[in-house]
């Protein structure tokens, strides 16, 4: 599986085009805010002739669904994320607003599946992404594990050295804990991290010198 990062609008969302040797992609978290960065995004998926089979949000602040719209309407595919995170979802302009990132309603399509945990999403040549649930940053957050790839999603459950903020709306930190220690300290540590913001990393590594993250009885 090949993996691609861009960074997109002024908060720096990590948003990742997932693919294989079949062209078929996985779009996770578009943060596209401008039409230059939705050109960006297009100009990649055009260039290696991918075929966009959906999008997966990893959670629901804005910053990681600014660009729902222009890949449904673009690629004409559906739009994935957990159901306990529509009401954020649904307050996206006005959450815009408050965080100066401009967006109308078409930005946000209707959401045209629901993930629960347990479920895979597959693509491509055998591609599998499990659906783990991780709330504490947000009602309704998720991170996508895949196990032969040896790698995990996380949103903004975990970064390199740090963990999500739990001071916005439905955030809580003891549920944000329990979720990395049930969820993402059980995975090897040679798994890789893909964050929705900054470096990857790894669990091994942040089980051993994440400050945070060494507090959690495991």
């Known amino acids: 599986m090949h993996i691609k990062t861009f960074q997109f609008n002024f908060i720096e969302v990590n948003t990742y085009v997932l693919y294989d040797e079949t062209k078929e992609a996985v779009i996770i978290d578009p943060g596209m805010m401008t039409e230059k960065e939705e050109n960006i995004l297009d100009a990649f998926i055009r260039q290696y002739q991918l075929t966009v089979k959906c999008v997966a949000v990893t959670h629901a602040h804005v910053d990681h669904v600014l660009g729902c719209g222009f890949c ?13 995170g529509l009401p954020i ?84 930190i003891r549920t944000l804990l329990e979720s990395i220690r049930t969820q993402l300290l059980t995975l090897p ?17 942040e089980r051993t010198t994440n400050p945070y993250v060494k507090r959690i009885p495991q």
Not at 72 to 84: I, L, N, Q
Not at 103 to 129: S, T, W, Y
Not at 160 to 165: D, N, V
């Open 72 to 84: 449904a309407r673009k690629y004409k595919v559906p739009v994935w994320m957990h159901e306990a």
């Open 89 to 172: 979802y649904e307050s996206a302009v006005s959450y815009g607003v408050v965080c100066n990132l401009p967006c109308e309603k078409d930005n946000f399509p209707v959401i045209d599946h629901f993930f629960k945990a347990g479920d895979i999403l597959r693509f491509g040549n055998g591609q599998e992404l499990k659906v783990l649930y991780t709330p504490g940053h947000a009602d309704g957050s998720v991170c996508l594990y895949s196990e032969a790839e040896r790698c995990v999603f996380v949103g903004d459950v975990l970064f390199e050295g740090s963990i999500g903020r739990s001071d916005f709306p439905t955030g809580n």
């Open 189 to 205: 540590d040679d798994t890789v991290v893909y964050p929705g913001h900054g470096p990857a990393t790894t669990i091994g590594q």
